[in-house]
C-alpha cells in the first residue's frame, strides 16, 4: 500500500486523488500495470503522469479481456504515437467498442489516426479558405467555424484551430457574423447562394469554362449516380431529392448515371427498380447513362496519363499497397520508365496477368496528409463478364478514377455528395487537373442516418440473403421499395427530406418518428376512412331481428367532400376484442358487463351477458341496443356486420415493429444481436368493411381507431392483404425493443 502511494504521488497526483485510488484496489492494481508497462518507476513528468492515470481509469468492458489489449495503448502512447488527446481517445474508444471482440491492430491504427501527421502548412491553409469561403455568409460564426474546420483537420487539437483561426481572422480583419450561436434547422439549410452558378464556376481556365457553358448554354447540371448493387434505401431518397431537386429549382438538368464498374454484384434487378424508383419519386430524368458507356474514354485518358508520367503500373499485392499507404512509403514500380508502363498496361488489358498480379496507379503524392492523394488505384483487374459489356473488358476503372472524369464529360456543374467523399475531394481535382479536363463544384452534405434503422448496403443484403427479411421490397426495410409497399408515399418522404433539410455537417440520428409523422399528416388529410376488425368478437344483439338489416351512411372523409359509403347491419356484429373487458375501469371507454356504447354511426348497445370457452375465453357478447341513443356514452367503437346479400369480407392483416431493437446499432460490436427477428405479426380471419371488395394494391386507407393501412401486393381477387403503415397518433419513442 505504502510503495503505492509513493509511485501514485511520484507521477503528480494529488493526495486526495490517490487516495480514492488506493481505496479501490482494481483501479490501483490497473494503474500499478499501466505505470509498469510505462516503464515509470517513482517519478515522471506530471503530463505523463496525468495521461497514465487517463489510461488506466477509462472503463473497458470484459475486464480479463480489455486489461491486457489496455497495455497497448500505454504501449502506443510512450512511442508518441498517440501524441494528443484526440488520438489517446479513439484508441481507447475502440478498445471500448469491439469489448471481447477481436483486436485487429490494422484497424486499432487507422481508427486510432496513429501515423497521421498533419503539417502546419496545411493548418494554416485549411484556415485560410474555410474562412474566405465562408465569411460573407450570415451562419459564419466561430461555433460553426469550430465543427467544420475539426471535420476537416481530424486529428488536430481543437485547441490549436482555435489559434489559427484567431491568428488568421485577426490578421486579416475578418468579423464573424453578427448571428451567432445555435442555428435553427432552417436556418442551416441550404440556401441557393451558396453554390456558384455555372458560368460563376471560379475553378477553371476560362476557356474550358467557355466550352463547358456553350454545350450546355449555362444550365445548372447535376447527377444521381447510385451503384447497382442492390435497391436504393432512404438514404439514397435524400440524395436523390437533392441532386434531382436542386436541378430541376435551377430549370436544369439531372442525369441517373449507374456506377457500373464493379461486375461481381451488379444485377440487372437492381438497375431495374432504381430506375422505377426514380420515376416513382416523379423526377424527370435528363439522361440515364452508366459509367461503362464512357470505357473507352477512360481507358484512352489513362494511356495519356502514362504518357504524362502521371500514372504507372504496380505489381504490389493489395495488402503490400495498402501497408505502402499507410507508411507513405513508395511502390518499387513507381520510377518505372512510361513505355515500360504503357506495355505492362497493355498486357493487363489483354489478360496476361491474373487478377491481383498488376494495377494501373496514379502518381500523385505519396507523402500527402491525406491518404486519398497517395498514388490511389485507377484500373485493377477483374476476369468477370459485366453485364453492359461482356467480356469485351478485363480490366476495370477504379470509383476515385472514373467518377470525376465522367462527371466532367457530362458537364456536371455542381457534384453533390455525402461528407464521406469530403477526403476524395482533393484527389478528385488532382485527376481533372492532370488531364486538363472541366471542373465541376464539389459540395459535400451530411447523410441521412435513422433510427432504429440501417443503412449500410452490405448488412441490407445480408438481411435478404440470408431470408431474415423476404426480399429487398420487404416492409420492413428502409429501401424506398419497402416503403413503397408498408404505405409510404414519395411526397411524404420528399417532404421529409426537406424538413431535415441538407447541411455541411453530420447530423447525427434522425428519428424515424418524425418520418413517419410527416406521412401520418398527410395520410389524415387526404386518406378514406373505412372500418376493419382485426381480432373479432362476435356481438349478438338480442332485440334486433334475426331476418332484420338496417344499412347506416358514413363519410369517406370527415372534411373532404369524397361522398358517403354504405354499412350493412344485422343483429350479430364483430367488434374487436379489446373493446371489451370482464372488469370495467374509468379510463376505459369500451364495452364491460352492463356497460354501454356507442356503435359509431349506429346506435348504443349494452352487454347484458357472454359466453366462455372451455379455457375460460370470452367467444361472445349478448346486448340490447337502444336504437334512440337517449344517453350519450363515452365510448364509442367500429364494427362489422354482414347479411346474405352481403357476406362477411375476410383478409389478413401484418402489423410491423422495429427491426432493429435499439436506437443506434452502431454503439454495439455485432450489429446482428439488434435485429428484432419477430419484427412481423400476421393476423389472419380480420374482417373489413364490404366497401373494400373493389381495392388495388397500394390503395392506401385509414381503417378507423387503428391506424393507417396500405394494400400489399400479395393480395388475390379472393385473398386481400394489409399492410400496417403507421398507427393514429405518434407513439413514444422507445429506445430499445425487448
Known amino acids: 500500500m505504502e510503495d503505492s502511494q509513493k509511485r501514485f504521488l511520484g507521477i503528480k497526483l ?50 480479463e479481456v480489455c486489461e491486457e489489449r489496455r497495455l497497448i495503448v500505454v504501449d502506443y502512447y510512450m512511442q508518441g504515437k498517440l501524441e494528443n488527446n484526440l488520438k489517446l481517445t479513439a484508441a481507447l474508444t475502440y478498445l471500448k467498442k469491439i469489448g471481447k471482440g477481436e483486436f485487429i491492430e490494422e ?52 485547441r490549436i484551430i482555435k489559434q489559427n483561426l484567431d491568428k488568421y481572422m485577426k490578421e486579416n480583419n475578418v468579423q464573424f457574423s453578427k448571428a451567432k450561436g445555435k442555428k435553427s434547422k432552417l436556418e ?18 476560362p476557356k474550358i469554362l467557355k466550352k463547358h457553358l456553350k454545350e450546355t448554354g449555362g444550365k445548372v447540371m447535376t447527377r444521381f449516380p447510385p451503384e447497382p448493387n442492390g435497391f436504393l434505401h432512404i438514404g439514397h431518397g435524400k440524395a436523390m431529392t437533392f441532386n434531382f431537386g436542386y ?45 461503362s458507356d464512357y470505357y473507352q474514354n477512360l481507358y484512352d485518358y489513362a494511356i495519356e496519363l502514362i504518357k504524362r508520367d502521371l500514372a504507372y503500373v504496380c505489381h504490389q499485392t493489395s495488402e503490400e499497397i495498402s501497408l505502402g499507404r499507410k507508411n507513405a512509403t513508395n511502390s518499387p514500380w513507381r520510377d518505372r520508365p512510361i513505355e515500360e508502363s504503357l506495355k505492362e498496361f497493355d498486357l493487363m488489358t489483354k489478360g496476361f496477368y491474373n487478377e491481383g498480379e498488376a494495377s494501373l496507379r496514379l502518381k500523385m503524392d505519396m507523402q500527402n496528409d491525406n491518404m486519398c492523394m497517395r498514388d490511389l488505384i485507377a484500373y485493377r483487374i477483374k476476369f ?13 476503372p477504379s470509383y476515385d478514377y472514373s467518377h470525376c472524369v465522367i462527371d466532367s464529360l457530362e458537364n456536371i456543374t455542381h457534384s453533390l455528395c ?50 431474415i ?24 418522404i420528399k417532404e421529409f427530406c426537406k424538413q431535415i433539410g441538407v447541411t455541411r455537417k453530420d447530423e447525427g440520428l434522425i428519428s424515424v418518428l418524425l418520418l413517419e409523422q410527416v406521412l401520418r399528416t398527410e395520410l389524415n388529410r387526404d386518406c378514406d376512412r373505412k372500418f376493419a376488425v382485426i381480432d373479432p368478437l362476435k356481438v349478438i344483439i338480442s332485440n334486433f331481428g334475426e331476418n332484420e338489416t338496417q344499412v347506416f351512411e358514413a363519410p369517406n372523409h370527415p372534411r373532404l367532400d369524397h361522398g358517403k359509403r354504405p354499412l350493412v ?122 366497401s373494400l371488395q373493389t381495392i388495388k394494391t397500394l390503395d392506401r386507407f385509414q381503417f378507423e381507431r387503428l391506424g393507417y393501412f396500405v394494400v400489399d401486393e400479395d393480395s388475390t381477387g379472393d385473398h386481400l392483404v394489409f399492410n400496417k403503415t403507421v398507427p393514429l397518433k405518434q407513439s413514444k419513442s422507445k429506445k430499445s425493443i425487448n
Open 569 to 690: 347491419m344485422s343483429n350479430v356484429i364483430y367488434i374487436e376484442r379489446s373493446d371489451f373487458r370482464l372488469e370495467d375501469s374509468k379510463d376505459y371507454y369500451g364495452l364491460a358487463p352492463n356497460k354501454e356504447v356507442t356503435l359509431k354511426y349506429a346506435f348504443n348497445i349494452t352487454c347484458k351477458d357472454f359466453v366462455k370457452d372451455n379455457e375460460g375465453n370470452v367467444i361472445e357478447i349478448h346486448c340490447v341496443a337502444d336504437f334512440e341513443k337517449k344517453r350519450v356514452p363515452k365510448g364509442k367503437i367500429h364494427w362489422i356486420s354482414s347479411t346474405p346479400k352481403v357476406p362477411l369480407l375476410k383478409a389478413e392483416v401484418r402489423l410491423y415493429d422495429r427491426l432493429i431493437k435499439i436506437e443506434d446499432p452502431s454503439t454495439v460490436n455485432d450489429w446482428h444481436t439488434v435485429l428484432n427477428k419477430n419484427y412481423l405479426t400476421v393476423k389472419n380471419n380480420c374482417l373489413i368493411e364490404s
Open 384 to 396: 468477370k463478364s459485366h453485364p453492359r459489356t461482356g467480356n469485351k473488358w478485363c480490366i476495370y
Open 247 to 291: 436541378a430541376q429549382k435551377q430549370n436544369g438538368h439531372c442525369y441517373l448515371r449507374f456506377d457500373d464498374t464493379n461486375p461481381d454484384k451488379e444485377k440487372q434487378e437492381y438497375i431495374d427498380s432504381i430506375i422505377e424508383n426514380v420515376s416513382w419519386f416523379g423526377f424527370k430524368i435528363y439522361k440515364i447513362t452508366y459509367t
Open 107 to 158: 484497424e486499432f491504427i487507422k481508427t486510432s489516426g496513429i501515423g497521421v501527421v498533419i503539417k502546419e502548412e496545411t493548418i494554416k491553409e485549411t484556415t485560410k479558405n474555410y474562412v474566405e469561403e465562408n465569411k460573407e455568409l450570415d451562419t459564419f460564426n466561430m461555433r460553426n467555424a469550430i465543427l467544420e474546420l475539426k471535420r476537416a483537420l481530424l486529428w488536430v487539437e481543437p
Open 188 to 205: 442551416n439549410k441550404v440556401k441557393k447562394e451558396k453554390f456558384s452558378l455555372p458560368h460563376e464556376n471560379p475553378l477553371n481556365d
Open 14 to 63: 494529488n493526495k486526495k486523488e490517490v487516495t480514492k485510488i488506493l481505496k479501490n484496489k482494481k483501479l490501483s492494481s490497473t494503474l500499478n500495470k499501466v505505470l509498469d508497462k510505462a516503464g515509470v518507476e517513482d517519478s515522471c513528468e506530471k503530463a505523463i503522469g496525468v495521461t497514465l492515470y487517463k489510461i488506466a481509469c477509462f472503463k473497458l468492458q470484459p475486464f
Open 469 to 492: 427479411v423476404q426480399g429487398w421490397n420487404d416492409p420492413v426495410m428502409p429501401t424506398i421499395s419497402g416503403l413503397r409497399r408498408r404505405g409510404f408515399t414519395a411526397t411524404a
Open 418 to 467: 455525402t461528407l464521406e467523399f469530403q477526403i476524395r475531394q482533393k484527389s478528385y481535382y488532382w485527376v481533372l487537373d492532370a488531364l486538363k479536363l472541366y471542373k465541376p463544384i464539389v459540395w459535400e452534405y451530411g447523410r441521412l442516418n435513422l433510427t432504429h434503422t440501417i443503412m449500410s448496403k452490405r448488412k441490407l443484403q445480408y438481411l435478404v440473403k440470408e431470408k
